[in-house]
């Protein structure tokens, strides 16, 4: 609660940083887009287990400022579980989860090296509690609608041209129409390499 806290502070302190220049959000809009495609990769807990979600976004970017899109988000990691089921006993669960995210991502600090994003997304989408039966076969145990928001920070430091070193931290909110367990809404987090694969692809082609 104490990590959830703390990032609830943090992002409330940065929206308000930021809100500087948010009426420069229409001047970077007027600016010719870009089309972006983005592998989405993060970290989080679900019922005290480190689990990790996957998901692609297709999106436009605006002066290197301002992204949005649509995207894809699903749980890549096994949670696994018990229940009682009338009739057959205790079997073992699993948990599945996936969501549609429209996107808002803005870049409130550039310099040097050195940026700053408030990514914002929504989702969309359904989750269930599945188990398989005597003879091997998927039954649904639960199945709920599910809705999302996903406020978050990330900071990024560019080297060498080509990569950067990056990491963030946010919060999952989960609204759903039935029990899928408990841990759904937690913290968030994301670390790792990036590679400009688009800048090494022009620089390659001599700049074309």
């Known amino acids: 609660m104490r990590v959830a806290g703390s990032g609830l502070v943090l992002l409330t302190c940065c929206a308000a940083v930021s809100a500087q220049r948010i009426d420069s959000i229409p001047d970077y809009l007027a600016e010719p887009p870009k089309l972006i495609v983005k592998l989405d990769m993060r970290g989080s807990f679900i019922s005290n287990q480190t689990v990790q979600f996957a998901g692609i976004k297709l999106g436009l970017e605006h002066a290197g400022k301002v992204q949005y899109g649509l995207g894809y988000s699903f749980l890549l990691s096994p949670v ?3 229940e009682h089921v009338d009739g057959v006993g205790v079997v073992g669960t699993r948990l599945r989860f996936g969501y549609v995210t429209p996107y808002f991502d803005f870049a409130f600090y550039q310099k040097n090296n050195w940026e700053l994003r408030i990514p914002v997304q929504f989702g969309i989408g359904s989750g269930s509690v599945v188990y398989d039966d005597a003879f091997g076969r998927t039954r649904t145990l639960e199945k709920s609608g599910v809705f999302l928001y996903e406020p978050g920070i990330t900071v990024q430091y560019r080297f060498l041209k080509y990569f ?32 400009f694969f688009t800048d090494l692809w022009k620089d390659l082609n001599g700049g074309a």
């Open 80 to 82: 696994e579980g018990s």
């Open 164 to 195: 950067a070193l990056g990491g963030g931290w946010g919060y999952r909110l989960v609204l759903r129409s039935a029990d899928l367990g408990d841990g759904l809404t937690a913290p968030t987090y994301t670390l790792g390499l990036k590679i």
